[in-house]
T-cell receptor
Framework: AQSVAQPEDQVNVAEGNPLTVKCTYSVSGNPYLFWYVQYPNRGLQFLLKYITGDNLVKGSYGFEAEFNKSQTSFHLKKPSALVSDSALYFCAVRDGDTDKLIFGTGTRLQVFP | DVKVTQSSRYLVKRTGEKVFLECVQDMDHENMFWYRQDPGLGLRLIYFSYDVKMKEKGDIPEGYSVSREKKERFSLILESASTNQTSMYLC???????????????FGDGTRLSIL
């Protein structure tokens, strides 16, 4: 079955430190991968995507993600966290069989001053 | 920028009522989606539409229906609201290419629906 997993419900990091939000996937065929962010009482905002090409993808607000085919992972990263990065982050993957987007359960990022 | 507007941010209804959630997008997108978001479950697809008057069931269509009479508007209907439909509902749209399009989906700010 196609799936995406975000193993951490919450990630805590101090402002200025690097952050990583983890995502692993399982799909047939080539994966199309997405990261979205949700601020309180708002909808999801697109951060970045991997379709093909360079394994390191750069996105909005200084975020980047590394696609690792052998580990079937697409971890979200940022070199220096800001308090304003505190939000709920969702990883999503296209299901190659049905073309649906499958979302992870979300990871809450808390950046402390 | 793409604007996806959901008509209500908060809505309170009673069990058994027929409930309409409206969504409008302004970028002439072919594809529109309705999700519900529940803590610990992520987003689950209820219905989607590739074009006017077209609709397809998602993963959890039971108790819901949709209407797409105009390209820019996609309505979600709870035929007879029940308490287990209390949730955050999110509408999204994207350019053509189907569900599997490599284009990102653009989301509205959501409607938090409470069924009493």
């Amino acid at each position: 079955a196609q799936s995406v997993a975000q193993p951490e419900d919450q990630v805590n990091v101090a402002e200025g430190n690097p952050l990583t939000v983890k995502c692993t996937y399982s799909v047939s065929g080539n994966p199309y991968l997405f990261w979205y962010v949700q601020y309180p009482n708002r909808g999801l905002q697109f951060l970045l995507k991997y379709i093909t090409g360079d394994n390191l993808v750069k996105g909005s607000y200084g975020f980047e993600a590394e696609f690792n085919k052998s580990q079937t992972s697409f971890h979200l990263k940022k070199p220096s966290a800001l308090v304003s990065d505190s939000a709920l982050y969702f990883c999503a993957v296209r299901d190659g069989d049905t073309d649906k987007l499958i979302f992870g359960t979300g990871t809450r990022l808390q950046v402390f001053p | 920028d793409v604007k996806v507007t959901q008509s209500s941010r908060y809505l309170v209804k009673r069990t058994g009522e027929k409930v309409f959630l409206e969504c409008v997008q302004d970028m002439d997108h072919e594809n529109m989606f309705w999700y519900r978001q529940d803590p610990g479950l992520g987003l689950r697809l209820i219905y989607f539409s590739y074009d006017v008057k077209m609709k397809e069931k998602g993963d959890i269509p039971e108790g819901y229906s949709v209407s797409r009479e105009k390209k820019e508007r996609f309505s979600l209907i709870l035929e007879s609201a029940s308490t287990n439909q209390t949730s955050m509902y999110l509408c999204a749209s994207t350019q053509s290419g189907g569900l599997g399009s490599n284009q990102p989906q653009h989301f509205g700010d959501g409607t938090r629906l409470s069924i009493l």
